[in-house]
């Protein structure tokens, strides 16, 4: 079959507001080939991606992903990688294109397991997909008070994880950090994993983010997450020298498989986190899974937004036994959770499961999607290059 | 002061085409602060540089570029590191922010050159500016003879390097890349330096790569440009134990200041080449000359466009005595000449030097920018985001 058509919706809260939680907006991609289609997500600002999608070409390798992908075949996994390789190659010059191109990709294992009859997880090589322990990801509160709100929460709904990340943290006085820290156990009680997400607050500073460490030893911290850019391997791998009994995490920002690949060769981190809407879709996440099983790193997805975007993230490491824990969205905005009909609730042992159905297993609500949907309209050179799709089919 | 005004300009030839030129459109800013005005350039796909720009929100780790730049202060370089330092943090989900403020940023050290009367490379600490040694840089022909053909021309056009580089090169057999290579010798003669650039095209595949090596060897190239994708620093590092006399040179990719860190450090390149209009402009491409004069490495400019992209390329390393060899657009499309009234010529000894003047030195051209200005307009949530300027200042 051929990529027929791919349609990018853009979704929105009515107020989005300056606080760092990912699931106020959406970019949705639905790809149409051979009488299917299949959905994907990409992260994030979804004006700049679609951009990235319709632009006008600046030269060879530097052209619209548009242009890549459609009138392409898919009949297989191989039609797949073929299509991120042209990407890499044809989109060199566009930066953002990696993010754009990753909720296609999505969306193309989607189609191809619908049309196949089979989940995702399998195409992509595992026979049985095993359940995961997920964490309720959310912000620290602006006080230790409602940090301690946050956490008691998580625990009252059953979760027996929690990870607590930005707002205040790194931000004030090591006091400070600690009653957010003591408040977050005291939240979660003794038992229960606590992971904790420094968004990047000490850039390079190894001696800032090291500072922390006794800290998060005192509250049992599961891992350290973030604390540095997204490239400085060279501060990462510096900070393994000294954190302690603690473990360090990160990956997030990876839009590439090699990233991923480096933050674990250099930077030492034991958690590689990835997200799927950015590295370039399932693929390349797989092949960061299979890097960490060589090199006795731990796979975790990182998913702050919708069901759909956890369902795909699930997939690249859904066959890994030992690889239990899961990022999940905890608070998420309402566009995160009305744009598709299914969702991932915990089990009574606290556990969640790729669904076991075809593609990422996921129906979307028209309704819902619908109701968030944004008004673009994208002119250059005297064409209409983008304008919001219909929701019909 | 305060940064009033931040201005893009789509511009672009009527026709582009699918040829590795990266000469063929071009995103100029113009910032506007204390009454002056300075101008940058950003590389590459103008369209979606401008929607990170004005794109909506996303969350606080995902804003507009926009948003970090307008209305802040302006009164010495530490403002510019805090602003770079700003989107860093608050566009930190936003992929192609690195290239959309490459060329704020490029513009704003303009714009304070302007004001102090002092040409740029004094204010990123160089108390002299030396001249460098341009090289034509050039695409291969789609055959030898026009590879030869290429290559005389700038000979006799007075220039004592060249470099080929993208179109056939590694697409098709040994011996067609050997008669490439030895054209490309013979049109240069024989005292030239040839350098030579796969364009990515080996992706990871060190083998091939190390198979060109004794080809370069027979034409005495004086290095071998980014045989790989831009991240896969294992695969540089495992050729350079295979390079022979070769030496390898890449960086042009890099987004930030780490990824030239890392192809240093992991690497193993003997010229890191840096795109002012990609890495996050003049600032961070200075802390890569740094870095090269300490680790022993040549820092080169890439500049494949306008010559205000050149002038501001030369800047970061003008001061470095001992780095004289520099990319020279050599046959780029009008638009990329036309922008500027001020273009950097080769002198009598086949060399040029950065303007020495206030800024970046170069005078724009109204009339050269209107003839190329593309009609753009961006619309999204009720709101017009963006419509191309007037070029009324």
Redesign the interface.
């Known amino acids: 079959m051929k990529i027929e058509a791919v349609d990018f919706f853009?979704l929105?809260m009515p107020v989005?507001?300056?606080?760092?939680?990912?699931s106020?907006?959406a970019l949705l991609v639905r790809v149409a080939a051979g009488g299917e289609v299949g959905w994907g997500e990409c992260?994030?600002?979804?004006?700049?991606s679609?951009?990235?999608f319709?632009?006008?070409?600046?030269?060879?390798?530097?052209?619209?992903v548009r242009d890549v992908v459609l009138g392409k075949a898919l009949n297989g996994p191989d039609d797949i990688a073929a299509l991120a390789?042209a990407v890499?190659?044809e989109c060199?010059?566009?930066?953002?294109a990696?993010?754009t191109f990753s909720g296609i990709e999505m969306a193309l294992w989607d189609l191809l397991g619908r049309k196949r009859g089979v989940p995702v997880y399998q195409l992509l090589g595992y026979a049985k997909a095993y359940p995961k322990l997920p964490y309720a990801s959310q912000l620290f509160g602006d006080t230790p008070a409602e940090t301690l709100a946050g956490c008691r929460a998580a625990r009252s709904r059953g979760f027996r994880a929690v990870k607590c990340g930005?707002g205040p943290f790194g931000r004030g006085s090591l006091k400070d950090d600690r009653d957010h820290l003591q408040a977050a156990r005291e939240g979660l009680g003794p038992d229960g994993k606590l992971l904790i997400d420094a968004?990047?607050i000490f850039?390079e500073d190894v001696d800032a983010a090291a500072e922390r460490i006794a800290l998060l030893e005192e509250v049992d911290a599961g891992w350290f997450e973030e604390p540095f850019?997204?490239?400085?391997?060279?501060a990462y791998g510096a900070l393994s020298q000294r954190r302690g009994k603690v473990k360090v995490a990160g990956g997030e920002?990876s839009?590439?498989f090699?990233?991923a690949?480096?933050l674990i060769?250099?930077g030492k981190v034991s958690f590689i986190q990835i997200d799927c809407g950015?590295i370039g879709g399932l693929a390349p996440a797989k092949r960061v899974a299979d890097y960490a099983v060589a090199h006795g790193v731990t796979y975790v997805n990182h998913t702050f937004t919708s069901h759909l975007a956890l369902c795909a993230s699930l997939q690249p490491y859904a066959g890994l036994k030992d690889h239990v824990i899961c990022e999940y969205p905890f608070a998420p905005k309402p566009v995160a959770w009305d744009m598709s009909e299914t969702h991932l609730e915990p089990d009574e042992n606290g556990e969640v499961r790729v669904p076991d159905a075809p593609g990422l297993g996921v129906a979307m609500s028209r309704s819902g999607i619908g109701k968030y949907l944004?008004?673009?309209?994208?002119?250059?050179?005297?064409m209409l290059?983008y304008k919001t799709p219909s929701m019909a089919e």
């Open positions: 853009y929105s989005v507001t300056d606080a760092g939680d990912g106020q907006d992260e994030a600002s979804p004006l700049t679609i951009a990235a319709v632009c006008p070409m600046s030269h060879g390798a530097c052209k619209p390789a890499e190659m060199m010059d566009l930066l953002q990696a993010h930005w968004g990047q850039r850019l997204g490239g400085a391997y060279a920002a839009h590439n090699h990233m690949q480096h060769d250099y950015r944004v008004d673009v309209e994208i002119r250059a050179k005297g290059l």
